[in-house]
């Protein structure tokens, strides 16, 4: 059973920096693609980045682009986004999502598993 526990979450003010991670087990992930997603209140989940478990291919949103960095590491099964100039916009539930194949989807629809969410405020 796959399971993806998300932590990292917190309170910062604009301009400040947050770390998230993604703990993934009860699979081997080699031919997966994990992805972080955010959802706002009152908006619809929203693609932030993607990385291909195998070869580390990437994609990132517009919004986050030179911002936030999505990275894994294999010997933890865990992935990480580091997100630097926050800003309030950047204010949602983030979601971990693991997807069964590599072609790095921006579509929530795609994605195969997701964890519990982790929250981000950022004030101004």
């Known amino acids: 059973q796959v399971q993806l526990v998300e932590s990292g979450g917190g309170l910062v003010q604009a301009g400040g920096s947050l770390r998230l991670s993604c703990a993934a087990s009860?699979?081997?992930?080699?031919?997966?693609?994990m992805g972080w997603f955010r959802q706002a209140p009152g908006k619809e989940r929203e693609f932030v980045a993607a990385i291909r478990w195998s070869g580390g291919r990437i994609s990132y949103a517009d919004s986050v682009k030179g911002r936030f960095t999505i990275s894994r590491d294999n010997a933890k099964n865990t992935v990480y986004l580091q997100m630097n100039s926050l800003k309030p916009e950047d204010t949602a539930v983030y979601y971990c999502?693991?997807?069964?194949?590599?072609?790095?989807?921006?579509?929530?629809?795609?994605?195969?598993?997701w964890g519990q969410g982790t929250q981000v405020t950022v004030s101004s």
């Open positions: 999502a693991a997807d069964r194949t590599q072609r790095i989807p921006i579509g929530s629809h795609s994605y195969d598993y």
């Open positions: 009860g699979r081997t992930f080699d031919s997966y693609t």
